[in-house]
């Protein structure tokens, strides 16, 4: 078993350094020209988010933009809350019916793409906040040839709490995964809540047509889907594009969220399949070789392979957070070091199992 582990850990060495290979070599392009970018948001009971991000959104140092909100089906507070705001900058679409092939998120995507202006399109959620370089930032990483941008973003529980939390760590490592992808033409994953792409690009694709009937997928399956089209896509790690995430404290919905991530998992193309299976066997297999190596110590080569692997990702974890500019969230690597992979191991297994609840 120890050799197995050593073999599986050389395999998840050349994993970790493609990602940290594309953190170096990924360069950001500094667009100049002034473009028109649509923002887009789906809204669903959001009254109590709706009044910081809509602020957020209208403060903007950006001059040609537009923002579309789509009231998906609230059935709070939320259309009078954006009746509240009078801009012409803003459009709000009341969107009360449903649209043949499409499930939940997606039908509200679609009417505000489809009433979209301009051909950059910019996505955030209902819950963030964006800083207001956020539109200068995605612009000037739109050159002639990007046609797909992921921006980073940070969670809190409250908009003044602290950001030094284990659900950034793990959101980090991920993201560094989604950057990697990009990079070398191989998505893994991506986020709704801070993206952009092009319009032209999302009707080449075929839009959502084959995942439509799917609660969640806007993001990372979309993208897949989208990738043979892409002549350029990019990860920007700048604090200037970077959203806040507001996700409340309700653990609840957190863990219902993480299920329902997970359990896209049967609709990833085989390679990632086959990428998600290594990662669930290697992980349980690191977890026998340490616990096997506390219960008899000595320096061989389940120690050899523990130091490897540690080390990896301590370069993989330094170099990211320190690109985004949360050098101390690295911090947090000795905790995550048990902790990373038994979540992993668990939402995997919940994932498949199915069965999970979306507003």
């Not at 599986?8 to 028109?36: D, F, H, M």
């Not at 509240?84 to 679609?110: M, N, S």
Request: glycine share 6%; hydrophobic share 45%; with cysteine.
């Amino acid at each position: 078993m120890s050799v197995v582990f050593f073999i599986c850990t050389a395999v998840y060495l050349l994993i970790l350094s493609l990602a940290i290979a594309a953190l170096i070599w990924q360069k950001i392009p500094r667009n100049k020209e002034l473009q028109g970018i649509s923002v887009i948001v789906a809204a669903r009971n959001e009254e109590r988010n709706l009044p910081r991000l809509i602020p957020s959104l209208l403060q903007l140092d950006y001059q040609n933009f537009e923002v579309i909100i789509v009231n998906d089906h609230s059935t709070d507070a939320s259309l009078q809350v954006l009746k509240q705001y009078q801009d012409e900058r803003l459009q709000v679409i009341d969107f009360q019916h449903h649209l043949p092939g499409l499930t939940g998120k997606k039908a509200a995507l679609q009417m505000g793409i489809n009433a979209a202006r301009f051909d950059i399109l910019a996505f955030t959620d209902a819950d963030c906040v964006v800083p207001p370089s956020w539109l200068r930032e995605i612009n000037a990483s739109f050159d002639s040839e990007t046609d797909y941008l992921l921006g980073y973003s940070i969670l809190k529980p409250h908009e003044g709490s602290s950001e030094n939390r284990l659900q950034n760590f793990e959101r980090g490592i991920y993201y560094s995964l989604a950057a990697a992808g990009l990079f070398w033409r191989a998505p893994v994953t991506s986020s709704a809540c801070n993206m952009a792409y092009r319009k032209s690009l999302f009707v080449s694709s075929g839009g959502f047509e084959g995942i439509g009937h799917l609660l969640s997928g806007d993001d990372d399956l979309l993208l897949m889907k989208m990738m043979p089209r892409i002549r350029k896509g990019l990860f920007n790690p700048s604090p200037a594009l970077q959203v806040l995430s507001i996700i409340g404290t309700d653990k609840r919905r957190i863990h219902q969220t993480n299920i329902r991530r997970a359990s896209k998992f049967k609709y990833y193309p085989f390679w990632l399949k086959s990428f998600a299976l290594f990662a669930f066997l290697y992980f349980a297999l690191f977890y026998y070789s340490l616990f096997s190596l506390v219960a008899n110590p000595a320096w061989d080569i389940r120690a050899y392979s523990l130091i490897i692997k540690t080390s990896a990702e301590l370069c993989l974890v330094l170099l990211f957070f320190s690109k985004t500019g949360h050098p101390r969230l690295s911090a947090l690597y000795p905790a995550q070091i048990l902790l990373f992979p038994a979540q992993f191991l668990f939402y995997a297994i919940r994932g498949m199992m199915g069965g999970y609840r979306w507003k």
